[in-house]
């Protein structure tokens, strides 16, 4: 049983690559909730989307969201009467909104529309949202008003500096059901490349999530979506940098050092696994970038056969 | 100044042929929105959209409802992912009750967001909800359970028997703003030729509707939509009969005998023209199919001439 914390398109991959490995119902991702944003009355959910999507064979990859095949007459027309249209939302993905929306209006739990949308789409790994309680990430822009993850994600494309994050609603939610007994059961935990803070950063706020994983830290994996001082996507770079941390996979590992043990670096930064060490992290060095689904199974391998063991094909204990 | 009471698609067509002979801006429509359901978490609003859709030019008139070049990518994608796709909502149609509860959302009144909607599709024509509260019509079947308007019109096609109607929120619902001054300020007031217990009834229960329309009695013409004994489309005949009602235009003139001084009645019911007298009411004998949108002004101007007018073109006083 593996369980991994996932945010969005890295994780979305790297559990694509670890879906071809080990069966893929013995896979359990728990998602990060703190996108969520409800628009026009819908409920959205990014993040467990881009999993679902991705783990469906829907998603469009060029894109980096979405589905694939998708079209935009509701958005088009939306833009054409004067509505907000600045969140894309496609005509085919507009229905798992619909279909979400429903059955939350009809009283079942986020984790419940979860599991009914991975049914229907035959996804058969388990999805889990990080909690059925709502819980919104939201950034105090520098010099600015306080902004939810979206309007800063998407409206303004990241493009502005940061002052604060916080968690809003995570210190009363509640793990989603099963969440905790994933964490503690698997024999070993990945934390996705996703982005420390925006992606990572909310499941951990939620009580008890962090604990189960410190508790079990020695067979813990987190790999660092910072290669060479940069983000692969998204603003996990400039964000890290306007908080305070190290913009490199040294700063990764010491936010996961609670958490992690070991921490999977790209081959380019072979040089800091030695900083990664001196944060207490074990430190393996191989190729993260997953630039196709095979490049996704390698570092798939390369994480599990990290989570305790020395060595292993395609990876080395720097 | 004109105001019509309106429901769907007979209402639509009457508007229609009157903004062809008086300036649209001098016409106003309360539209029935106790049809209005919420689905998916959207507000929708089906009379509204059915007026606004037809004055815009933009209504699909071989359908009988929603917009012309529509297509289905939503509720194909719904219904093959397992959702709710029995109320078909077209994808253009989408974005309209995406806009609508957006505004709602963010705190507008449905007037407000009606106004708005009618901007952006360019209607100069008032269209006003009857109510800004909501108000839900609800049916309960014979042998069976209470079901919303939406379940028993689309939902069970309207082919089940119906012992009895209420209109639930109107007791507490007040007139949308300007409702009561377009009708106290109209130079004839119109009922048009919609469900007189589905369509008008709902304004009618809203209070004050149906006293304004009492202490101008004289002035207000009705259109019945029952023609030689049947309800040119929907149930109105059947549910006549099933509560109790003489399925004829003479019904329909003692259920407004209260409120309309004259009835417009088709000329193939000629003969009940005495009926329609001895329930209270002046009789106007006219052909009343719109079947096209000449058609409709034809009958519009039969209507306008017929408020306290003896006689007028193609129209005659029986």
Redesign the interface.
Known sequence: MITALAGGVGAARLLRGLVRIVPPDQVTAVVNTGDDI??????ISPDIDTVLYTLAGLSDDERGWGLSGE?W???D??A?????SWFRLG??D???H??R??R??AGATLSEATA??AS??GVVTRVLPMADDPVRTKLTLRNGPEVGFQEYFVGRRHAVAVSSLRFAGAAAARPAPGVLEAIGAATTVVLCPSNPLLSIGPPLAVPGIADALTDRRETVVAVSPIVAGAALKGPADRLLGELGHEVSAVGVARLYAGIAGTLVIDEADAALAGGVRAAGLRCVVAPTIMSDPERAARLARTVLSAAGHPTSEGSHLA
């Open positions: 409800e628009l026009h009355g819908l409920h079209s007459v509701v958005m027309r939306l054409a009467i004067g509505g907000d005509d085919r507009l229905a798992t619909l279909l929306t429903s939350l209006a009914e949308l229907a789409l």
